[in-house]
């Protein structure tokens, strides 16, 4: 227990410590590109109009129009000791229960999580938010009831965990007795969510979004003509979504197209039509099957170059975007998914700059990344327990957000807590821009 305790504390200053030793650099400079505005600016760097105001007195100029190649001022960090008025009346109490260590990959994936929720509490400090932060080490071999006697966890207003689902039941339990919020960020079993009011549970089931997917999809491309493509992938488990989308259709009174990659030629071309654009949608996700439909695609439209297409797919297909990026733009590809990361954005690049000087390490090359991932869950919650002290209930437009790289909101459970409903289709358009609508 000693060590486990040592390893605690040890991760505890060292994470501390790095959250504290924050950059020098105080600002950086933006050249404005055609079109852009000062609000777009604002949220793409994370700030408030304000802020960008503030360091950059000439936008207050009667008169004053934004052109292009102006050079703005970035602040990427203040040390002004202004605070804003909290609903709590005081510092927001935070704490993080994963496994923090370096023994697996569990633990290497949570660091770096709690490293972003450590730049986001820095973060906050820019609009007045005082955070206090506490972690411990919760492995999965971890004493659960130990840790609970600690009274540093018994006073905070948000956690963070766990990571296991066998720590829901106690964890459940003393956020309850302590009025504590528990937000749990990732894919556990968490049956106490239908019955406890103070839980947040971040992550959607893809099993469970098969449907409402497949609703969203009817609606959002109503006016195309659906073709659902067999691959013939044995392994594939996406024919519970083209099954639940052919019921949607139907429901609706929409005609669509049933082809296949093996069909010849002129037999695939018959699927499509010519007087409204055409979705197609194929029942697996794998790479293979993804690259002969768009050979298929290719050949059909040297042979119909007036035909309009796009290609409805899967969250799987984000791995393949540094592959098949120019495919993606070609076919007008659309992917539901419940995070994006656009890397090129300038908040996300900042992000990633505080990361590597703040812990000597680049982030993990993951989907979605975990870094991005803890920040916005903490930017989240802080400014929502800022705004609104214990009854702040996540759910749609309490206050803006201009997300990294998963967007947030919540709907409440009857009887218990909160399961985020958020949901977005990434789309790769014609003209090589990316847009994420959310949905």
Request: aromatic share 12%; glycine share 6%.
């Amino acid at each position: 227990m000693a060590e486990k305790l040592r390893i605690m504390v040890i991760i505890f200053i060292i994470s501390t410590f790095s959250f504290l030793t924050l950059s020098a650099q105080t600002t950086l400079e933006h050249k404005v590109k055609k079109k852009e505005t000062i609000f777009g600016i604002a949220r793409d760097y994370g700030l408030t109009l304000q802020q960008l105001i503030d360091a950059n007195p000439k936008l207050n100029t009667p008169g004053y129009q934004l052109q292009k190649d102006d050079v703005l001022k970035i602040p990427l960090s203040t040390n002004s000791s202004v605070k804003s008025a909290s609903a709590l009346g005081r510092t927001i109490r935070l704490g993080v229960m994963l496994p923090l260590h370096n023994i697996n990959g569990d633990g290497h994936r949570m660091v770096e999580y709690y490293r972003g929720v450590l730049m986001a509490c820095d973060s906050m400090k820019k609009e007045g938010i005082s955070v206090d932060v506490r972690a411990w080490n919760l492995a999965e071999n971890g004493n659960v009831t130990e840790l609970l006697k600690d009274k540093d966890a018994q006073n905070r207003d948000i956690i963070i965990g766990p990571l296991y689902s066998k720590f829901m039941e106690p964890l459940s339990n003393f956020v309850k007795k302590h009025n504590i919020m528990l937000v749990v960020p990732f894919s556990i079993r968490a049956p106490q969510l239908s019955t406890n009011k103070n839980i947040f549970q971040i992550y959607q089931n893809p099993e469970s979004m098969t449907d409402v997917t497949a609703r969203r999809c009817a609606e959002w491309f109503r006016d195309y003509h659906p073709i659902i493509v067999d691959c013939h992938d044995s392994t594939s488990t996406k024919g519970a979504f083209t099954t639940a989308l052919r019921r949607q259709l139907e429901q609706h009174d929409v005609l669509y197209n049933v082809t296949s990659l093996s069909t010849a030629e002129d037999n695939f071309a018959k699927a499509f039509v010519a007087n409204m654009p055409n979705l197609v949608i194929l029942n697996t996700a794998r790479s293979p099957e993804l690259l002969r439909t768009f050979t298929r695609l290719k050949n059909l439209l040297a042979r119909r170059p007036n035909l309009e297409i796009a290609l409805f797919g899967y969250t799987e297909w984000l791995m393949y975007m540094n592959q098949q990026k120019d495919n993606f733009h070609r076919f007008n590809v659309y992917i539901p998914s419940y995070f994006y990361t656009n890397m090129q954005s300038p908040l996300a690049i900042r992000l990633e700059r505080r990361y590597e000087t703040n812990f000597g390490q680049i982030m993990q090359q993951a989907l979605p990344r975990f870094a991005l991932t803890g920040f916005d869950h903490a930017v989240f919650f802080l400014r929502g327990v800022h705004k609104y002290g214990k009854t702040f209930d996540g759910m749609s437009g309490r206050f803006g957000y201009q997300p990294v790289q998963t967007p947030l909101w919540f709907e409440r459970i009857a009887g218990g807590g909160y399961q985020n409903r958020a949901y977005m289709f990434v789309h790769y358009k014609p003209d090589g821009t990316i847009e994420a609508i959310n949905y």
